[in-house]
């Protein structure tokens, strides 16, 4: 099992840029998707989040209009589109792998597999 996060770089301040979450070795199909950030000296915090079937979003306050998941079931992939970037948005993205059986997780502890992380710089 196992989550590969890529997509991240260095922008400047009003870009975009896309983040892919590929799975390998298990089916995404049946799993809530989240991305979730963390910069340094700050806490993990949740990003945006989707839901298995993909009719259940949820985006935090700091990226909402801003950002946009979505999932490729086919492909076994989920993005995070992020257009106009602000320098606040830099940090280390990871996606992560939950179930929904019973509730549409939001919160790291309800994540049960993560991917490595990929590093997004956004220069002012």
């Known amino acids: 099992v196992q989550l590969q996060a890529s997509g991240g770089g260095l922008v400047q301040a009003g870009g975009s840029l896309t983040l892919s979450c590929a799975a390998s070795g298990f089916t995404l199909d049946f799993y809530a998707i989240g991305w979730f950030r963390q910069a340094p000296g700050k806490e993990r915090e949740a990003v945006s989040c989707?839901?298995?079937?993909?009719?259940?979003?949820y985006y935090s306050d700091s990226v909402k209009g801003r950002f946009t998941i979505s999932r490729d079931n086919a492909k076994n992939t989920v993005y995070l589109q992020m257009n106009s970037l602000k320098p606040e948005d830099t940090a280390v993205y990871y996606c992560?792998?939950?179930?929904?059986?019973?509730?549409?997780?939001?919160?790291?502890?309800?994540?049960?597999?993560w991917g490595q992380g990929t590093l997004v710089t956004v220069s002012s």
């Open positions: 992560a792998a939950g179930t929904d059986y019973f509730v549409f997780p939001i919160a790291p502890h309800e994540y049960n597999y």
């Open positions: 989707i839901s298995s079937s993909g009719d259940s979003t």
